[in-house]
């Protein structure tokens, strides 16, 4: 047997240990007993998670120091006129802004994605026919507004001027937090103008052709009496400016409505009622 070779072997498998041992308790001290794993889907679900939790905690936060200011700027209207005023000036408008609550008829409006289609039809339907998408959401929101909407909800949140309705993925993304359908749109308001608006809305009418071919959900319901919450987040504008020209506000285009316009031939057996 070679000797040098042996000698050679003699000190690289202790020097190997070594450097093996020293990597183990790098990456142990570096991920803190967290498993290291590449950045991908999951992380980033994570990372929405985290997010949510932490819009829910400061919202928690931000509707206790609008208590404590409501009752200093309470105190202070009593001494001081000024603040007496601004106050007063405050209230006239609360109501259209959306900050206080309010009570009525409503008319509400659920959107659902359609039910697993049977096994013989997967794979015969486009994915996105099954879904509800933003415009869809967007298109119940915009009617029911000109059908003369009084107040509003979605998911529960108290809808005003500067709220935006987004898709993400398979989600709605409202006010800093993540929902998954059912969605359900409520409106205060006059429920014969409300449901007249829903019934003519051009995008809600190509939506229920979907609902009669691949059964997505479409649920319209009255009440005599709903209470809705006040808004109590922020409402300024952190990335919206004014248009400075006509020329600009008519090149803005509305969201796209819902690809193809009205469904393909549905599948033998999949053909429903519109609700």
């Known amino acids: ?123 015969s339907v486009p994915p996105d026919y099954l879904v509800v998408h933003q415009q869809d959401v967007q298109a119940v929101v915009n009617a029911l507004w000109a059908g003369g909407a009084e107040a509003m909800t979605l998911q529960g949140q108290r809808v005003i001027s500067t709220s935006a309705v987004r898709c993400v993925g398979n989600t709605l993304l409202l006010h800093g937090v993540v929902y998954s359908p059912p969605y359900v749109v409520s409106a205060i308001g006059d429920t014969g103008d409300l449901l007249a608006a829903l019934a003519a809305a051009p995008d809600i009418i190509i939506y229920k052709q979907y609902v009669q071919a691949y059964h997505l959900g479409y649920d319209v319901t009255t009440k005599a009496n709903v209470t809705m919450p006040a808004y109590t987040g922020g409402v300024a504008l952190a990335y919206a400016s004014a248009l400075e020209t006509p020329s600009a506000a008519n090149s803005t285009s509305n969201p796209p409505a819902r690809t193809p316009s009205a469904p393909a031939t549905a599948p033998a057996g999949s053909a429903g009622s519109t609700p």
Do not use: C, Y
Not at 39 to 53: L, N, T
């Open 1 to 123: 047997m070679d000797l040098k070779r042996v000698r050679t072997w003699r000190w690289a498998v202790p020097v190997a240990a070594l450097l093996a041992g020293l990597l183990f308790a790098t990456s142990a001290n570096t991920s803190h007993g967290v498993d290291l794993r590449v950045i991908g889907h999951d992380d980033g679900v994570s990372f929405a998670e985290r997010q949510q939790r932490t819009v829910i905690e400061q919202t928690r936060q931000l509707a206790d120091l609008q208590k404590q200011v409501q009752a200093a700027t309470s105190k202070a209207a009593r001494t001081d006129s000024r603040v007496a005023g601004a106050r007063d000036a405050a209230a006239a408008v609360t109501d259209d802004a959306g900050m206080s609550p309010m009570s009525g008829p409503a008319v509400t409006v659920t959107l659902n994605d359609a039910p697993p289609l049977p096994g013989a039809q997967k794979g």
